[in-house]
């Protein structure tokens, strides 16, 4: 069983689309969070999510919109995509605690023409 | 955030042990210290963390500096599915965020 699902696994799209990811995980974690690779290869954290709450969130742009439709799934929204949101993009989720060790998911590629 | 400092990437025979080195000289009292790889299009792993005393697993040790300015983590026979970045991070108790670094790019040779 796959502990933390990210689909789709790779996304192609145009300029000023909008597009959305979903996470899911099972194993029962209160805590998710969405991470952005970009092709330097940082990972940088976007946000976090505690009982469909929000406690991270970075300096992001706001046509970037996480979603948690309930503890099990963090979704990610992005309107107007632009070429510098070309990533790769990963969920995670962790039990609860602040420093409990987080579960990373396959990544979604993003790529933006 | 308390930053690290690491290789950028290290070699190691297969069956050999590597001694990943990590330098976190503005570590907190309340920072944990984990370490995360990440093989090849995968999402990142983790491998350990701890917060003063030495800590083993099924992957790896960590040893922590009695100072805790620094930590190394240790891979007792590396083989080639451990070529990987691996990251050295301090995890705040008070914020809960992994902040990753550049990592150290490993490379294991049959």
């Known amino acids: 069983d796959t502990a933390v699902s990210q689909t789709p696994k790779y996304l192609v799209t145009q300029m000023g689309n909008d597009k959305s990811i979903k996470c899911e995980q099972n194993l029962g974690h209160d805590t998710m969070y969405w991470y952005k690779q970009d092709s330097k290869k940082f990972l940088k954290i976007m946000f976090s999510?505690?009982?469909?709450?929000?406690?991270i969130n970075e300096t992001v742009p706001n046509r970037f919109s996480p979603k948690s439709p309930d503890k099990a799934h963090l979704n990610l929204h992005i309107n107007s995509l632009e070429l510098g949101d070309s990533a790769v993009y990963f969920c995670?989720?962790?039990?609860?605690?602040?420093?409990?060790?987080?579960?990373f998911g396959p990544g979604t590629r993003l790529t933006v023409l | 955030d308390a930053k690290t400092t690491q290789p950028n990437s290290m070699e190691s025979n297969e069956e050999e042990p590597v001694h990943l080195p990590c330098n976190h000289s503005?570590?907190?009292?309340?920072?944990?210290i984990h370490w995360y790889r990440q093989l090849p299009s995968q999402g990142p792993e983790y491998v350990i963390h701890?917060?003063?005393s030495n800590v083993n697993n099924r992957m790896a040790s960590l040893a922590i500096a009695e100072d805790r300015k620094s930590s190394t983590l240790i891979l007792h026979r590396a083989t080639l599915r451990d070529a990987a970045v691996y990251y050295c991070?301090?995890?705040?108790?008070?914020?809960?965020?992994?902040?990753f670094g550049q990592g150290t790019t490993l490379q294991v040779k049959p």
């Open positions: 701890g917060l003063t």
């Open positions: 991070i301090l995890l705040s108790g008070n914020t809960g965020k992994l902040i």
């Open positions: 995670a989720s962790a039990a609860g605690g602040k420093t409990d060790t987080q579960y």
């Open positions: 503005t570590i907190s009292g309340t920072d944990y």
């Open positions: 999510y505690n009982n469909k709450e929000l406690i």
